[in-house]
């Protein structure tokens, strides 16, 4: 068959869904991935793909052809990572994503410390609150507070984040304590949002659910700024413990309802669900798991 080749871009086509993404991400033109799964259906003796301006589908012949595309571009994979593995030098570029205050509370000397165990491996770090898609940016890896609702992901557990309820001491004395949280709805909050999407403020006792979701006079997108705009005594704040441990254990920041906040984020790192990874990923997963312990001390709220 002339066109072998083309059965790895065909898979990595519908695996993005679209032509110009997969041209991107294997870093060949667009023209080229298109010439070849055209020739590969003249080959083949029929159409793999049904396309239009917005959308790809696959035909039966695509539907019959692609778990064989899928198992030879695996396979591809698979021989790149073993020659890695037996020249027992790792190296390549790990790009990872992570919440921004994650990225500099916690990982910056983490990755500092990887990066001086192994040298040849670089890391491409992306921090944002963005929710990104793993597959479509080619992203290796990512923090994220689970629950994980994407079956496609592996997902390893680092340890619980501790949320608070928190405002300075002079706020405080300003505008006093809530004992409730619907006394929040009277109160001047600073609130967060990703993308337009506001975080909600949830809390539980014992049968008694709320969440609190108005908007507020005082909007930010990076958890940092609301901790500095709470400090300067704007507002309430719903923040990771982490971010607040130092402010909190000197007394100038309170913590308010502590028995309402809810306890239930934990902070994961998920990656495509592979099945081999290439000895750098797999060099990296084992550090962070040998770090769970930093994560706990720093994210669960427990003493150091």
Known sequence: MKELSALPLFAKVVELSSFAEAARQL??????VSRKIQQLEHDLGGKLLNRSTRSLSLTELGIQVLPKAQLIADTVAEL?????????????????????????????????????????????????????DLTKQSIDFAFRL????????????????KYVLAASTQYIDKYGEPTHPLELYQKPCIKNHVEGYFLPWRFARNSEEIEIAHNSELISDDFNVTKELALHHAGICYLPYSLLRQEIQCGTIKTLLEPWVPQDRTMLLVYPDKRHLPLKSQLFIEFIRNKRCEFGKKLAGTTD
């Open 146 to 161: 689970g629950p994980l609702h994407d079956s496609s992901l592996v997902a390893l557990a680092l340890s619980p984040v």
């Open 80 to 132: 790149y990572s073993d020659a890695e593995d037996m020249a027992n030098q790792p190296i390549g570029t790990l790009t990872i994503t992570a919440p921004k205050a994650l990225s500099q509370d916690l990982l910056a000397p983490m990755f500092a410390e990887f990066r001086a165990l192994y040298p040849t491996i670089h890391i491409n770090l992306a921090s944002s609150n963005r929710y990104q």
């Open 27 to 32: 870093n060949v033109p667009t023209t080229t």
